[in-house]
């Protein structure tokens, strides 16, 4: 009773699509002749139900398979380590590499013209 230990993402295959010979055809969905008429309106309403949670079914595997792919797609990608934080920039690396030494050379220049300020208030003050 040793069962392998549930993955990130089952690997279990979709439900099969219901077969032609099980579906309704349109005979049979408007022949209720045979039944007293309170029931044909309760078969009606079931049949609704049924053809509603069909379509939301389909939907719900069209949806399912999609994720499938898109997780694939996800575990393709190298793996992170956790204790890390990864920045993905969408710009020409050249192009942020030149926009970040403006700004070194921007907060270097405000640095030194304050040292410089700074120099310059303490000098006077000792002359005092």
């Not at 700004?103 to 006077?124: K, M, N, P, R």
Request: net charge negative; hydrophobic share 30%.
């Amino acid at each position: 009773m040793d069962e392998p230990p549930p993955s990130s993402v089952p690997n279990s295959d979709p439900a099969p699509p219901v077969p032609d010979s099980i579906r309704p055809t349109d005979s049979e969905h408007d022949d209720l002749a045979h039944l007293p008429p309170e029931y044909q309106a309760a078969v009606r309403r079931l049949r609704k139900k049924v053809d509603r949670a069909t379509t939301a079914l389909n939907r719900l595997q069209a949806e399912n398979e999609r994720l499938r792919r898109r997780v694939a797609t996800l575990e393709q990608r190298p793996a992170v380590r956790p204790d890390t934080s990864t920045l993905v920039l969408d710009d020409d690396p050249t192009a942020l590499r030149d926009r970040i030494s403006t700004f070194i050379e921007a907060i270097d220049t405000y640095l030194d013209d304050g040292a410089d300020v700074s120099a310059d208030a303490l000098s006077s003050s000792e002359q005092s």
